[in-house]
């Protein structure tokens, strides 16, 4: 089997569909990866996670952001405009508070299309707006951040999937996980757990709770069935 933490999570899950082996493994296990990069990126630009069709209030950490502006001005060609992008966008990762649109200022420097759709994505003052730019993108950054997200390949999956995130996540939405699981093929899905014993895929910095007590038993479950599937 497979078994990922984080974003390796989400790359094993699309390892684990990819054509060679997926009929060889015999499961994949997740804990804490992400469903779709572009949703991702909406949501620590506008500090939101969707959940039920609903909008919530979500905080990235610091890391998070700095890294997915990375990874979306990484899908574009080198030029001095992306060089210049990074360097706008600096003070809208660098800060707490939700972004509040594009400066106009900045947006003029940029004539590049993708530079400036991926500018005004990671600075968008609401979903919809982030949700509009992302749609603006070319194919070929649009394909990139395609090719690494579980939703794209998660209807070749013919293993069992084992999905684990933690509900208080501030590095990847909870949300992910849900839209992973809703993305399986029927049958496919052998356990998912959501819990607070974890922020990310660590233990929080408070140790175990007496509230967290039941969820060492959801633990325990994930982990008891994984292994036995090692020992079949």
């Keep these: 089997g497979i078994a990922g933490f984080s974003a390796g999570a ?8 990819d054509p060679l082996i997926v009929r060889s493994l015999a499961f994949v296990s997740s804990f804490g990866g992400y469903a779709d990069a572009g949703t991702l990126l909406i949501d620590v630009a506008t500090r939101t996670q969707e959940i039920d069709g609903r909008t919530r209030p979500w905080a990235a950490e610091p890391y998070v952001r700095r890294d997915i502006a990375a990874l979306l001005i990484g ?27 594009p400066d106009p200022a900045g947006l003029a420097r940029l004539a590049t299309a993708d530079v400036r759709v991926a500018y005004e994505l990671l600075s968008a003052a609401s979903r919809q707006d982030a949700q509009a730019a992302l749609a ?16 794209t390949v998660a209807h070749d999956l013919v293993t069992r999937v084992f999905l684990m995130h933690g ?13 992973v699981a809703d993305a399986l093929p029927a049958g496919v899905l052998a356990r998912l757990t959501v819990f607070d014993l974890f922020q990310h895929v660590q233990p929080g910095k408070d140790g175990i709770t007496v ?18 599937l090692t020992t079949e």
């Excluded at 989400?10 to 569909?17: H, I």
């Excluded at 603006?136 to 939703?151: G, K, T, Y």
């Excluded at 959801?218 to 994984?226: E, K, N």
């Design 211 to 228: 509230e967290q007590i039941p969820d060492l038993w959801q633990l325990y479950l994930y982990l008891h069935d994984l292994v036995a």
């Design 167 to 179: 509900e208080s996540d501030r590095s990847i939405p909870v949300s992910h996980v849900h839209l």
């Design 136 to 151: 603006r993108l070319s194919d070929d950054v649009r394909d990139s951040l395609a090719a690494v997200s579980p939703v």
């Design 75 to 101: 899908t574009i060609e080198p030029s001095a405009e992306r060089d210049l992008l990074a360097g706008l966008l600096t003070p809208t990762i660098a800060s707490d508070d939700p972004p509040r649109g």
């Design 10 to 17: 989400s790359v094993a899950l699309v390892a684990a569909a």
